[in-house]
């Protein structure tokens, strides 16, 4: 692996206690910017996962992957293989179904 693939973990931060917790995707796996969705009736405010995708640049794949929010510990709660690399940047929002009105 060259020295200048990127290999960006996810990060959460509490900005209260400054406590950091690192989710490293592995050598040559960069993590994008994720996107976080609360569990119904949470109660904490990282009750939920985090999805993200995640490039592995030695293999020019791309993955959906989603965390625990409350615990990396755990690993990838899923991972979905994409038919083709998403660029780097790539991102959105996540929007229940509920908050949107059926189609007409």
Do not use: C
């Not at 796996?29 to 405010?45: L, Q």
């Not at 990838?76 to 790539?90: D, T």
């Amino acid at each position: 692996m060259r020295s200048d693939t990127p290999t960006w973990p996810t990060i959460k931060h509490d900005l209260e206690t400054g406590e950091k917790w690192t989710f490293d995707h592995g050598p040559g796996r960069s993590g994008g910017e994720a996107v976080f969705i609360g569990r119904d009736g949470a109660t904490a405010e990282d009750d939920g996962w985090l999805m993200t995708f995640v490039h592995d640049v030695p293999k020019g794949t791309a993955e959906l992957v989603v965390l625990d929010a409350q615990d990396f510990s755990r690993g990838e709660v899923a991972r979905v293989l994409l038919p083709q690399r998403v660029p780097y940047g790539f991102h959105g929002n996540w929007v229940s179904d509920r908050s949107v009105p059926p189609p007409a």
